[in-house]
């Protein structure tokens, strides 16, 4: 890779820019449909399977739509991400107007599911933006720079947070989800606007892999996925697919939280200003990303990541062993605070130790592994409290004559218990992956000079 040339950082700015509103919009539609399936059906196992049907969307195009990156120019990539958000978000409104309010009441109605499925589509489609930006991050910002930019992208992504969950809570409220998606379709045409007028340096307008229609092509090139070929790049990278791992694992547990803690959070507090907390906690995010690009991760990110899990596990054993909303604020915040931590720590490492020319396809694979834990645990979540977890902490339960005189008994409780758990869980795991071996081997290879092999 060759220094950005003039304007490549303004190109950059300009396109993280484009990116979080583009984020804003496309989360605007996650969160309203997630309050307004609950509001509508009362049910915390419908929100549990919205969670697990996002999640399965998102593995299952991941893989896809990192090809799509290293094979296609990146503001290409861009644009056609925004054109199927909106041809979505404009069906799914089209059903909504044409289809009784009470048919989408019924969990077992097809209305209900088409219409989820239809949106988490236009949701899904964005998701190229978050394969392609890090890819554009080492494409037009120097290497010793990189995990200030993926700061950035921290901060943009917290400024989405900020505004995205006061907005799907007040048009969730005022509109229901048809307000939801004529604004999302009126913000998508914004942006796919300013899009068109951003331009690239050359470097970073081609793709970044050899394909049929570029001068350094072999024979027999072409744009397919090649998964196997991916396979090999991560696997020539010491400790990388252990920490592919740890991140699924991490998700894994992070689909517990997916699946409840919107249904947990209503529980407490009307949708407005469950909103409106979201928004106030996820200025911390905002605060993260702007810490990250001033003084960036420091010579060690990976350390950096193992540090802040161990903080996010212990944050999350313990922020709901009370209702309070005091409580849950708090802990919300400081989640939203380490969020952008991790994340850059794992897209700096990445950025150095995997080629160019397969960042796409390793970027998108690794979402693909991680996010495919993610569905397993909301998938079964759901059901699992609904059906097991909140009887045991209701009157009559094991759990509410175990420890219901402090920790609380009902429904919510039961909710709250899951959480405990699952912190608990993730503080073990992250110890265990601290004092590992491919921890170590990992930490050598991003250390190591560009083209030097790491110690074995």
């Known amino acids: ?31 309203a449909l997630t309050f307004w399936v609950f509001l509508e059906t009362r049910s915390v196992f419908a929100t549990g399977m919205v969670a697990g049907v996002f999640l399965v969307l998102t593995a299952a195009f991941a893989v896809w739509f990192g090809s799509l990156v290293d094979h296609h120019g990146k503001l290409r990539v861009m644009l056609g991400s925004s054109l199927a ?47 392609a930006l890090p890819t554009l991050v080492t494409a037009l910002v120097p290497e010793d720079r990189r995990d200030r930019a993926n700061g950035l992208v921290g901060m943009a992504t917290g400024i989405g947070f900020l505004t995205t969950s006061v907005i799907s809570g007040l048009l969730v409220a005022w509109g229901g989800m048809s307000g939801a998606l004529v604004f999302a379709l009126g913000m998508t045409v914004l942006v796919i606007a300013q899009l068109l007028t951003v331009r690239l340096p050359a470097h970073a307008a081609a793709p970044a892999a050899a394909g049929p229609d570029t001068p350094d092509a072999p024979a027999g090139a072409g744009r397919g996925v090649d998964l196997a070929g991916t396979l090999k790049v991560v696997a020539a990278v010491p400790g990388l697919f ?169 429904p919510e409780r039961g909710m709250a218990l899951v959480f405990t758990l699952a912190g608990l869980t993730g503080l073990l795991v992250t110890v265990l992956a601290f004092n590992s071996r491919p921890y170590r081997r990992l930490s050598a290879a991003y250390a190591a000079p560009a083209g030097e092999a790491p110690p074995p």
């Open 1 to 31: 890779m060759s220094e950005p040339a003039p304007g490549a950082i303004r190109a950059f700015h300009a396109l993280l820019a484009n990116t979080a509103v583009a984020g804003v919009v496309n989360y605007t539609v996650w969160f």
């Open 85 to 131: 958000s909106l041809a979505f978000y404009a069906v799914g409104l089209g059903l909504l107007l044409l289809t009784p309010e009470p048919a989408f009441r019924e969990v077992a109605g097809p209305h209900l599911w088409v219409l989820i499925g239809l949106a988490m589509l236009g949701v899904i489609a964005g998701n190229l933006r978050n394969i």
């Open 242 to 410: 252990a920490l592919i791992l740890f991140a699924t694992f991490n998700n894994f547990l992070g689909g517990v939280f997916m699946a409840l803690m919107d249904a947990y959070g209503l529980s407490l507090m009307p949708v407005e200003a469950w909103g409106l907390l979201w928004g106030g906690v996820s200025v911390a995010f905002i605060v993260a990303g702007l810490v990250i690009a001033r003084t960036g991760l420091g010579p060690k990110p990976l350390r950096t990541l193992m540090i802040v899990n161990l903080l996010m596990w212990g944050v999350a054993s313990i922020f709901t062993v009370q209702p309070s909303i005091a409580l849950l604020a708090a802990g919300c915040a400081a989640w939203m605070f380490l969020g952008p931590w991790a994340e850059a720590a794992e897209q700096t490492t990445l950025q150095k130790v995997v080629p160019y020319e397969r960042q796409g396809r390793v970027f998108g694979f690794a979402q693909a592994v991680e996010q495919a834990a993610s569905p397993l645990t909301a998938f079964l979540i759901g059901p699992l409290t609904q059906f097991v977890v909140i009887p045991f902490m209701s009157d009559g339960g094991a759990g509410a004559a175990a420890i219901g005189g402090w920790f609380g008994t009902g």
